[in-house]
C-alpha cells in the first residue's frame, strides 16, 4: 500500500540514523562489550536476537512491526489468520544498537552521562516502525477475512531515528542522577527487574507490549521532552520522571511518574505511581482508511485519545541455592485506568497523523497481575517461567473527540469484560562469550470483550459476552550481545 506522506522528515530521519549507525560501526571495530570503552568514557553496545517460531494461530512477518510477529493474543488488530511457521527475530529481546557517555567531571564527585538507543529488525534490516505497519495493512482483509494481514499493532517505536531512548545528564552518588531527554517510563525500567521473562516479546506480555509500562498506552512507554531524577541511599531508592508531552510525542499532554523502592536481605519492592494526559492509542488497522497517510492532508491512522493512571506493586525475592546457583521469585499488581481527554490536535510517535474517531466515556478499566520464577546455575544456564492476567472491565464511548453517545457492550463487543491470561516457560544457555541460545514456549488466551474481532470469534459479528481466541508459540534462537 502507498504511503506518500513524511517524505522529507523521512529522509532526514534515515540520514540521521545512517550517522548513528556509521559512529556505533566505528566503536564496534574497537569494543568487545558494553563495559569497553570505545574513547575515553564512551561504550557501544548492541543486540541481534534471530531464530524460527511456530505459532498455532498468527499472521506473517512484518519488517516494519516491532518484533516482527504478533507474539501475543493481546494485540491491536485482531487478525491472526492460521499458523504460522517462519523465520523470527526478536523473540527473547529487541535487537537494538546504542551508545552510551559516561565522563568524570574533574574532582567534582560528579560524572557526565547520556545514552542513545534505536531499535531495528534484523531480518529485514529496517528500524522498528509500529505506525507504519499499522498504515500498510489498512484496507487489507476484513475481520472475518484477515487475508492478507501481516503482523501490526501500536507502540512507541515509530520509524524514528533513534526510536529507543536518548538522553543526557549528570549524575553523582551523593546527588543522585539528574537527565532530560527522551526516556523511559519509570514501569518499564521497573520491569526489567520485576518481570521473569525480562520483557522477552515472545514470551512476556511486558515485552510484547507497553501497556503495562505506559499506564494502559503503548505511545507513552518512552516520553519525549521529559526530565527525570533518581537517588539510591543505602537500601531505598526513589525516582521521578516529568514530561512535557508534545503535538507528535504520542502523549500530547504532561505526564508524571514517581518510584519509591527498597531493597534488603534478598528482597526487593517498588511502588509506582503514573499519570500520562492525552496518550495516543491507535487502533486496529481495520479502522484506517485505505490510505491512511496519504492525500493532503492525510486521513490518518484512527486513534482514540486518553487520560491514563496506574498503580503498581513489584516485588522479588532471591537466594542462593545449592552449587552457587540462585533463584528469584516475582509477583506484581498493576491497576490502570483509561480515561476521557480532550484532543483538539497533534499525533503519534513519529509525527504519525491521527483521525480521532471514538472517545472514552465511561473509564476502561485493568487490573494486572502476574508471578514467576527464575532459576539460574553457576555457569548461567537459566530456565524462566512467567504467569500474567489482565482483566477489563465494560467501557463505554463517544463519537469522535468528544462525543457522549454511551455506546456499550452491546454495540461495540470490544467494550464488553473479559480476561487476557498468559504463561510461558524459557531456557537461556550462553555458549561463548556474548552469544546464547534460547528455547521457550508461550501460551495466550483472550476472552469476551478482548477477543471480540477475531475471525474465529465472530469476525467482528456477533457480541463481545462470549468467545475467545488461544494461540500457542514456541521460539528458538541466538542472541548476540556485544
Known sequence: MPITTFTTRRRAAIRTCASVLALATMAVATAAHADTPVGEGIS??????????????????????????????????????????????????????????SEKLGE????????????????????????????????????????????????????????????????????????????????????????????????????????????????????????????????????????????DSGVIGKSYIVDAGVAAHGFQLDALYMRANGAVNLRSSYDNAADPLGGAPAAGLAAFITKDTSYSVMGKYTTAMPNKARLMLYAGYSHIEKAHADYTTGGAQGGYPLSVGINVNRPAKYDVVWL??????????????????IHQNDWTIGLGPSGTEGLTCAAAGLLCHGDFNEASLVIDKPVIKHVDIYAGVNWSEVTKGLAWGFASDQGG??????????????????????
Open 108 to 247: 567534582s564527585g560528579f560524572v557526565a552521562i547520556a545514552r542513545l538507543e534505536t531499535a531495528f529488525n534484523p531480518l529485514s534490516g529496517t528500524l522498528s516502525n509500529a505506525c507504519k505497519s499499522l498504515a500498510e495493512n489498512s484496507g487489507v482483509g476484513t475481520p472475518a477475512n484477515p487475508a492478507g494481514q501481516t503482523a501490526n499493532f501500536d507502540s512507541s517505536r515509530c520509524g524514528q531515528a533513534i526510536n529507543g531512548v536518548l538522553y543526557g545528564g549528570i549524575a553523582s552518588k551523593q546527588y543522585g542522577q539528574l537527565t532530560f531527554g527522551r526516556q523511559l517510563s519509570l514501569i518499564q525500567a521497573a520491569l526489567a527487574t520485576y518481570d521473569p521473562q525480562t520483557a522477552a516479546p515472545a514470551f512476556s506480555f511486558f515485552g510484547y507490549s507497553g501497556f503495562e509500562a505506559g499506564a494502559g498506552s503503548t505511545q507513552a512507554t518512552r516520553l519525549d521532552n521529559s526530565v527525570q531524577y533518581n537517588l539510591t541511599r543505602d537500601h531505598w531508592h526513589v525516582a521521578a520522571l516529568y514530561a512535557q508531552g508534545g503535538q
Open 461 to 482: 459479528a456477533g457480541d463481545g459476552t462470549k468467545g475467545k481466541q488461544v494461540q500457542t508459540t514456541l521460539a528458538t534462537g541466538v542472541r548476540i550481545k556485544f
Open 372 to 389: 514467576g520464577a527464575r532459576y539460574t546455575t553457576a555457569r548461567a544456564l537459566s530456565i524462566s517461567a512467567g504467569l500474567y492476567h
Open 44 to 101: 557501544v553496545f548492541a543486540t541481534i536476537d534471530v531464530g524460527y517460531a511456530y505459532q498455532s494461530a498468527g499472521v506473517p512477518l512484518n519488517g516494519d512491526s516491532v518484533g516482527g510477529l504478533e507474539y501475543q493474543a493481546f494485540t491491536t488488530t485482531r487478525n491472526f489468520n492460521g499458523s504460522q511457521s517462519t523465520a523470527a527475530e526478536n523473540a527473547l529481546e529487541q535487537s537494538k544498537l546504542g551508545l552510551a557517555v
